[in-house]
């Protein structure tokens, strides 16, 4: 039976870190300040967003919410961004996705300075990602990845020589995580919707990471996973009210030898991995080290 990683332990630990810090921060007349900029009404974000402020209020960080209408003009909100970009007493940006279409994204993130960006979108920060001239706890990594990575260390697990498959290719997942696992001497191969025979490319794995989101079309089974691998599950499914990972967790715990659950697993993380990110940020802007 596998260990089961505990997320949510791990994340409760490092915000009870993250708060000490912020307390000292406060003691030099600096209180550590997160913007976000939600457009729209789009339920899921409105909750994401809710979701940041209570995490924020929690370990005694600002929150700022801006709230902007769906038809917001795409000048209008780099005004607004342009605001916040130059507001000393703002330490870290996001602007909450998805925006809507007529909104160029890519446009919107190189927009936020990339010393606020705490979401570790930015090209700087992703640049800096893939040339390696990064420190892992001390620059502005994406939230989802630098969360695992942590469960991983917590648990001992080296990916030295390791096969690692990642099940997506998103900026915000995929291919940040493949950069890490690179860097920790991993063997990385990442799949996705026109990946063939996807079942034999996780069979071989010792790490197995999916981040699909969408079940029940796709699930990670049991027949798909070696004895004794690790298995990571960030996916996120909302179904009749509850919400699941992209893993058969009942089935896939018999034959791993660690796994994430849903919930509890890498949501917790991430959400961490944010209030982090706004201390680095805080302590790049006030020359703290
Ligand atoms: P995304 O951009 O939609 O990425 C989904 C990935 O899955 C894509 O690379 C897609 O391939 C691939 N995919 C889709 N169907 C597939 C299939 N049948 N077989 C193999 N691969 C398939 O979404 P995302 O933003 O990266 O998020 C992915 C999931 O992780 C969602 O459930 C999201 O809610 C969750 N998530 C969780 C956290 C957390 O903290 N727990 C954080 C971020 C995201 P293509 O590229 O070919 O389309």
Known sequence: MAVIM????IAGELKRDINAQVEDIKKRGVIPTLATILIGDNP???????????????????FRLHKLS??????????????????????G???????????????????????KDVDGLHPYNVGKLWLGVYEFENDLL??????????????????EGKLAVIINRSDLVGK????????RNATVVICHSKTPKL???????????????????????????????????VGMNHIDGKLWGDVDFEQ????????????????????????QNVLIATKLAEGIS
């Not at 899921?44 to 600002?62: L, Q």
């Not at 940006?93 to 010393?115: F, R, Y």
């Open 199 to 233: 079942g034999n490319r996780t069979k071989a794995a010792d790490v197995v990471v999916s981040a699909v989101g969408r079940r029940p079309s796709f699930v990670l089974t049991a027949e798909m996973v070696k004895d004794g691998a690790t298995v990571i599950d």
């Open 93 to 115: 940006v996001i602007v909450q996705m998805p925006i809507p279409g007529h909104l160029d994204g890519k446009k919107v993130v190189a927009s936020i300075n990339p010393e």
């Open 6 to 9: 505990d997320g949510k332990a």
């Open 252 to 275: 896939v715990k018999k034959k791993a030898s660690h796994i994430t659950p849903v919930p509890g697993g890498v949501g917790p993380m991430t959400r961490a991995m944010l209030l």
């Open 176 to 183: 940040p995580l493949a950069k890490l696992f690179l860097d």
């Open 70 to 91: 769906s038809n917001v003009r795409e000048d209008e909100l780099l005004e607004l961004i342009e605001k916040l970009n130059s507001d000393e007493k703002v330490h």
């Open 142 to 159: 994406p939230c989802t990845p630098k969360g695992i990575m942590k469960i991983l260390d917590h648990y001992g697990i080296d990916l």
């Open 44 to 62: 899921s974000s409105r909750i994401y967003v809710g979701g940041k402020e209570r995490d924020c209020r929690e370990v005694g960080i600002e």
